[in-house]
């Protein structure tokens, strides 16, 4: 099974609100990073935040992290039509190794 | 600089046939690696490198080869494939110290 789970695995809101997608995962990490993944493209890197960081945050982004519950959340404000896309959890191992999870996708209406 | 870059975009394959998928970065990353994205499982980590020369496996090795020659190439190797290696494949890079990872387009495989 893999090590990232994320929830929902689909949102859809309207323009103006905000999104909160969760990612749970199972071993002990030394970042936690969320991609972007827009239809039939490659990802794109939005945020890494570290085992001993507790929130971040980038432009409309807000990250946090609970390494006691193995979880992390990620917060778009003001969701626009172009955040439509898949999100992704990325959890980074020791020995560089980075686990990704199934994914959040996101639907933002117009 | 061109980034991160896969050949082919597409390509279809018979069951038994091999082939090499083509991954090069020119960005001097030490750390490459290779994923396989298949509907609802996400990215799943099939080979990874942290320099030339040494390679070492992700969640779903079997069936592939990698050997990372020289910094700037990480070549992906289908032995003999499979209608279950059906996929769509990404090549990443990173600086190990900086971790964030920069992706390629991605190649479409399909097996017949």
């Known amino acids: 099974s893999q090590q990232g789970e994320e929830d929902p695995q689909a949102l859809s809101i309207q323009e103006g609100e905000n999104a909160t997608m969760n990612c749970s995962y199972k071993?002990?990490?030394?970042?936690l990073q969320w991609y972007r993944q827009n239809s039939g493209r490659g990802l794109v890197h939005l945020i890494l935040?570290?085992?001993?960081?507790r929130e971040k945050h980038s432009g409309r982004l807000r990250v946090t992290l609970d390494t006691s519950k193995k979880s992390s959340s990620l917060l778009i404000t003001a969701s626009r039509a172009a955040d439509t896309a898949s999100y992704f959890c990325?959890?980074?191992?020791?020995?560089?190794?980075?686990?990704f999870g199934a994914g959040t996708r996101l639907f933002v209406k117009a | 600089n061109a980034g991160v870059t896969q050949t082919p975009k597409f390509q279809v394959l018979k069951t038994g046939q091999s082939m090499t998928l083509q991954c090069a970065q020119d960005?001097?990353?030490?750390?490459m690696s290779w994923y396989r994205q298949d509907p609802g499982m996400g990215l799943r980590l099939i080979h990874y490198s942290v320099g030339a020369g040494i390679t070492d496996q992700g969640e779903v090795p079997n069936g592939y080869n990698v050997s990372r020659s020289t910094t700037e190439d990480f070549p992906l190797r289908l032995l003999s494939a499979a209608p279950s290696q059906t996929s769509v494949y990404f090549c990443?890079?990173?600086?190990?110290?900086?971790?964030?990872?920069?992706f390629g387009p991605g190649t479409r495989l399909l097996v017949l």
């Open positions: 935040i570290r085992s001993n960081e």
């Open positions: 071993t002990s990490i030394n970042n």
């Open positions: 960005m001097n990353h030490e750390y």
């Open positions: 990443a890079s990173s600086y190990p110290s900086k971790e964030t990872q920069y």
């Open positions: 990325a959890t980074g191992l020791e020995g560089f190794k980075t686990i």
